[in-house]
């Protein structure tokens, strides 16, 4: 049976179908130009030939499922599973979030997809960690069972965040005074960036690609910012790791560190990684890598589409 998979995120949507070798028939769609989730998902159907047409979906969004129903957390869309699969015509939908997904995808991922970023060796049977800023914070987790792995969904992007200096703690005050808390997503995305900067440097918000072209060109002030931002999901991440014990990895995703990868790379990221006072050995033995590869999450579907 084939299957549609889409990767529907809070700014852009991939669509694809799930083959053999990972997803074909490729589009990316801009949300905003959609009233919703079905309109984008039939007019994507629509490019398709009658002998492509799929019977099935498996759908990743990026927020909490609940009931087979999302209310998108940085999009006015509301999507609900019965409503969806029979307005498309699909004999069966699936609705999963975004990083159980990609979760999915860190046990196939290859080695020219990943990066390594410091020391450790991962355990072939520890619990792996995925973590990534885009539009938002997501975080999964992928636990090993006697079937093999099941991923964990949450909303670990949405724990408060702490503060690792004076500098760091300064700027989570003043993000809680703004917002009435600072979660770890208020910081670490897209338009946490924005704010990192506006915090820290003073004057009007800049736009996240703004922002982004400014960091390219090798503006002091904001290559200064996204090395705070480098930062603090390094402390995220570590805290991820030690909450689950994450011998198998960490795995960093989403749009923004991969569009800055030598930077990233060469960032405090490891460091603060590693910065747990007593627990720095035990840290420094889970290997941290950045994804690199294509889609990935459209690659966690393909694999749960072929089980």
Request: contains cysteine.
């Amino acid at each position: 049976m084939s299957t549609l998979i889409a990767d529907i995120g809070g700014t852009n949507t991939r669509c694809a179908l799930a083959g053999p070798d990972g997803p074909m028939q490729l589009q990316h769609f801009n949300n905003q130009e959609f009233s919703d989730a079905a309109a984008l998902l039939q007019h994507y159907l629509g490019n398709l030939s009658a002998a492509d047409q799929p019977q099935a979906a498996a759908l990743a969004v990026a927020a909490p499922v609940r009931n087979d129903t999302v209310q998108m957390t940085n999009l006015h869309w509301t999507i609900e599973a019965t409503d969806l699969r029979q307005s498309l015509g699909f004999q069966a939908l699936t609705l999963l979030n975004d990083f159980e997904a990609l979760a999915c995808a860190l046990p196939v991922l290859t080695d020219t997809q990943v990066r390594q970023i410091g020391a450790g060796q991962p355990d072939p049977a520890g619990t792996k960690v995925v973590i990534g800023p885009g539009t938002g914070l997501g975080m999964s987790a992928l636990v090993p069972n006697p079937d093999g792995w099941r991923a964990l969904p949450g909303e670990g992007g949405h724990a408060s965040l702490a503060a690792n200096n004076a500098q760091e703690a300064a700027i989570i005050s003043q993000a809680r005074e703004r917002y009435g808390h600072c979660s770890a997503e208020r910081l670490i995305s897209g338009p946490g960036l924005s704010l990192i900067h506006e915090l820290l440097h003073g004057g009007s918000p800049i736009p996240t690609e703004q922002l982004g072209a400014l960091i390219t060109a090798e503006d002091p002030a904001a290559c200064a910012s996204f090395a705070l931002f480098c930062d603090l999901l390094g402390t995220a991440a570590a805290d991820a790791a030690l909450m689950l014990g994450a011998f198998g990895g960490v795995y960093i995703g989403g749009g923004i560190a991969t569009r800055y990868t030598e930077r990233f790379c060469a960032s405090g990221f490891r460091q603060r990684f590693t910065a747990k006072g007593r627990y720095a050995d035990y840290l420094n033995a889970i290997p941290t890598y950045l994804i690199l590869a294509d889609d990935p999450t459209l690659i966690g579907l393909c694999t749960l589409a072929a089980a």
